[in-house]
Nanobody
Framework: QVQLVESGGGLVQAGGSLRLSCAAS????????TGWFRQAPGKEREFVAA????????LYADSVKGRFAISRDNRKNTVYLYMNSLKPEDTAVYFC?????????????????WGQGTQVTVSS
């Protein structure tokens, strides 16, 4: 089992930045692939970014490429999502998820463990 807790969300103006954190406990966190997803009201949950257990492989949605960066510190059992140049369309609840698989994937169903989410609101 892996327990995930997100933090760092909030209200920010367009063009601003936020850093989300995902703190993990339970199963050795350094052995799982970790991803960030988001869900806006009335929309399906969508992939944002993911990172392999070693941090050597990252994957980003086209909509955030060049603006967001994912990283991890396995000593602290934490994954980060740095969000820059935020846009109103980035407004959503952001979820952290973990997968015991080796592959870095964009599919929510491949992630077994999910946090409760943190709200990010970008005002225009």
């Amino acid at each position: 089992q892996v327990q995930l807790v997100e933090s760092g969300g909030g209200l920010v103006q367009a063009g601003g930045s936020l850093r989300l954190s995902c703190a993990a406990s339970g199963r050795t966190f350094g052995s799982v692939t970790t991803g960030w997803f988001r869900q806006a009201p009335g929309k399906e949950r969508e992939f944002v970014a993911a990172i392999s257990w070693r941090g050597s492989t990252t994957l980003y949605a086209d909509s955030v490429k060049g603006r967001f960066a994912i990283s991890r510190d396995n000593r602290k059992n934490t994954v980060y999502l740095y969000m820059n140049s935020l846009k109103p369309e980035d407004t959503a609840v952001y979820f952290c998820a973990a997968s015991p698989g080796v592959a870095v994937t964009t599919t929510p169903s491949t992630y077994n463990y999910w946090g409760q989410g943190t709200q990010v609101t970008v005002s225009s």
